[in-house]
């Protein structure tokens, strides 16, 4: 079934997906993938941005500034979710987080993360780094 999703998300709205829902959203959507991850649990940093009820894509976006300074995003694809496994559910909780966007599955201290948290983690298909761009 279709179900879209708006950020800051409800955990109301989470509690209304199934498993093999395809989901849209509308809203913000952050990339966040290992140096994000490391820098705030490793290290203890803040990130820049508010992830309270957000989304993040655990992805590898390509990006060229353009000759008035702006950037345009060429293409944008998922990596390898399991890479955040061991700070995924810390993560979670210390961002509050509500959607986790990446490539393939995840281990148990991501669903006792989104369990305990009230997240979920959206499988993206892989080659669909052009369309995601758009």
């Known amino acids: 079934m279709k179900k879209v999703l708006t950020t800051p998300i409800s955990d109301e709205a989470l509690a209304e997906l199934n498993i093999g829902d395809v989901v849209y959203l509308t809203g913000t959507l952050v990339t966040c993938r290992d140096v994000a991850h490391r820098r705030l649990i490793e290290l203890g940093r803040e990130l820049p941005v508010d992830l309270r009820g957000g989304a993040i894509f655990h992805a590898g976006?390509?990006?060229?500034?353009?000759?008035?300074?702006?950037f345009e995003m060429i293409s944008i694809g998922p990596t390898t979710s399991m890479r955040m496994e061991k700070f995924e559910k810390e993560f979670i909780e210390q961002t509050s987080v509500k959607l986790i966007v990446g490539k393939g599955g995840m281990g148990p201290n991501t669903e006792e993360g989104c369990k305990t948290f009230k997240a979920?983690?959206?499988?993206?298909?892989?080659?669909?780094?052009?369309?995601?761009?758009?």
């Open 61 to 70: 976006p390509i990006v060229v500034e353009k000759d008035d300074g702006s």
């Open 120 to 134: 979920v983690h959206a499988a993206f298909p892989g080659g669909c780094a052009v369309l995601a761009a758009t």
